[in-house]
C-alpha cells in the first residue's frame, strides 16, 4: 500500500477493554453526527456505541446531532433504560416539518440543517475548548473542515462508505454516471484533509489509499457491546419453519428488488416458506412489489421502530442479506450472526463471512443462488444451525464495541499528535 501508515483492527486480540477507564489524561471528543440520533438504523448506532463505550472508558464525550430521532429510538439493549447516555448530546435547532430518518442527502439537509449543524458544532467548540472532532460520513466532514477554520482543531474522518459506491442509489437512473464520477471525486479530495481516517473495512482503507492520502489509516469495524451480545443471548424462541428474515431499511441499494425476485422462487418450491421484512413504515410500496411478483399472501412487513428485533431474528428459519455493492459492512449482519441462525449473502456486502463455515456466501446478483441458497437451508435444518452457531461464536467473541474502542482511541492520540495538540493543558496541574 504504497508505505502508507495503517493500522488493522484486530478484534480478536486487543489490550485492556475499552470499558475500563483509560489512565492517562484524555482529550474530549465531539463526535459530528448529520443524521437523525439515535435512530435504529447503520451509521446512527455506530455513532451511538461508540460514543457510549468510550465514553465509559474515561474520556469526555460530546455528539452533535439533528434535531430528531429515529421513532421510538431509545436504547432497546440496556437493562437499565432510565439510566442516561453517558455522552452529552446536542441538537441544532428545531426545524419545523416533518423530516425523513431514513439515509442519504437531500435538499433540505444540505441547505438547512446541515448549516445548523455547522453552527451548532462550532458553539459546542468554542463552549467547551474541543479540539478533537469525529466526523461520521462526508456531510459530517464538510461541516468538521468549516469548523477548522474557525478553530484549530484535530479531524479524525469515520468513513462508513464511499460516495462513488453509493451516491447514485439516490436518485434516477438516467443520473447514475454523473452521480458517479461525482461521488468518486469527493472520495479523491475530501478525506485526505482530515488528520485521521477510519475506514470501516478494508475495502474501504484500499481504495482511500489509492488516491494518496497522506493521513494515518485505523480500520476500525463495527461492533456489539455487552449488553446487546446478553440481550441475544437471553432470546429462547423456537425457530418457525420457513420463516425468512430481513432486517433493515428500505433504500435503493439494500437490493430488496433482488431479494422479492429470489423469494418468488423459493415460494415456487417451499409451500410453507413466509416472508418477514422487518422495516421503518411506510410498508405499501415494497407490499405491493411482492402482490406484483404474485407473493403477496407470503410477504409480512413487520413495523422496525416497535419490533422485538432478537426474538424477530432468532425465529427466523433463514437470514437473507440481499445487498450487492456495500465498501463497508453492513451492521444487520453482526446482529445476523448474533441470532445464530444461517444467513444467505450476496458475496461483497459479506465480508467476514465465510461461505460453508458461517455463512451462505453467493455471486453478486445471481438471484437464481440467492434463491437456491435459501431453498438448501429450508431443507436442511441442521446445517443451518451449524452455520448459526459459528456465527454466533464468532461475534460474541471477535466483535464487541469495548475492543473496538481501543482502536479509536489511538486513532485520536495519533490526530491529536499531527496538530501538535497533547495532554490537556491541566495534566501537569
Not at 482529550?27 to 437523525?36: F, K, R, Y
Not at 460530546?62 to 440496556?78: C, K, L, M
Not at 419545523?96 to 467548540?125: C, E, Q, R
Not at 453467493?362 to 429450508?378: H, K, Y
Request: hydrophobic share 40%; with cysteine.
Amino acid at each position: 500500500m504504497g508505505g502508507l501508515p495503517v493500522e488493522h483492527s484486530n478484534l480478536a486480540a486487543t489490550a485492556s477493554p475499552a470499558s475500563e477507564p483509560v489512565c492517562r489524561p484524555m482529550e474530549p471528543v465531539l463526535m459530528v453526527a448529520a443524521c437523525p440520533f439515535p435512530c435504529r438504523r447503520g451509521t446512527p448506532i455506530r455513532i451511538e456505541r461508540l460514543a457510549e463505550t468510550i465514553a465509559r472508558s474515561g474520556r469526555e464525550v460530546h455528539v452533535v446531532a439533528y434535531h430528531y430521532s429515529g421513532e421510538n429510538d431509545g436504547a432497546p439493549f440496556s437493562d437499565n433504560p432510565d439510566a442516561g447516555p453517558a455522552y452529552k448530546l446536542h441538537r441544532i435547532a428545531n426545524v419545523p416539518g416533518t423530516w425523513d430518518p431514513a439515509p442519504g442527502p437531500g435538499l433540505g439537509k444540505m441547505l438547512l440543517l446541515n448549516p445548523l449543524l455547522f453552527a451548532k458544532t462550532l458553539k459546542v467548540v468554542r463552549k467547551h475548548n474541543i479540539r478533537l472532532l469525529h466526523c461520521h460520513h462526508y456531510e459530517a466532514l464538510l461541516v468538521g473542515l468549516a469548523v477548522r477554520r474557525f478553530r484549530p482543531v484535530s479531524i479524525v474522518y469515520d468513513a462508513h462508505t464511499l460516495l462513488g459506491d453509493e451516491l447514485s442509489y439516490y436518485a434516477a437512473p438516467i443520473f447514475e454516471g454523473t452521480l458517479n464520477r461525482f461521488g468518486s471525486l469527493l472520495d479523491r479530495v475530501l478525506p485526505k484533509r482530515a488528520d485521521h481516517i477510519i475506514p470501516v473495512t478494508e475495502e474501504i482503507h484500499d481504495k482511500l489509499a489509492a488516491t494518496k492520502v497522506a493521513a494515518p489509516m485505523t480500520i476500525v469495524g463495527n461492533g456489539l457491546e455487552e449488553a446487546a451480545i446478553d440481550w441475544f443471548r437471553r432470546q429462547t424462541g423456537a425457530v418457525i419453519a420457513g420463516r425468512v428474515v430481513y432486517a433493515g431499511n428500505l433504500a435503493a441499494y439494500q437490493g430488496i428488488d433482488l431479494l422479492l425476485d429470489a423469494f418468488a422462487r423459493v415460494a415456487e418450491t417451499h409451500a410453507h416458506a413466509r416472508l418477514v421484512l422487518v422495516i421503518p413504515q411506510p410498508h405499501e410500496a415494497v407490499l405491493e412489489q411482492a402482490r406484483a411478483r404474485g407473493i403477496g399472501d407470503r410477504v409480512t412487513a413487520v413495523d422496525a421502530d416497535r419490533a422485538e428485533l432478537a426474538h424477530e431474528l432468532c425465529t427466523a428459519d433463514v437470514l437473507v442479506n440481499p445487498r450487492i455493492e456495500c465498501p463497508g459492512y453492513p451492521l444487520k449482519l453482526l446482529n445476523y450472526m448474533a441470532a445464530e441462525r444461517p444467513i444467505v449473502s450476496f458475496k461483497s456486502s459479506g465480508k467476514n463471512l465465510k461461505d460453508g463455515i458461517d455463512a451462505c456466501i453467493v455471486p453478486d446478483g445471481d438471484v437464481a443462488a440467492f434463491a437456491e441458497a435459501i431453498s438448501r437451508l429450508l431443507g436442511d435444518r441442521a446445517r443451518g444451525d451449524t452455520l448459526g452457531q459459528t456465527a454466533r461464536d464468532t461475534v460474541f467473541n471477535h466483535y464487541s464495541w469495548e475492543a473496538i474502542a481501543q482502536r479509536v482511541h489511538t486513532a485520536y492520540d495519533q490526530a491529536c499528535a499531527a496538530r501538535g495538540i497533547g495532554e490537556r493543558d491541566n495534566a501537569d496541574g
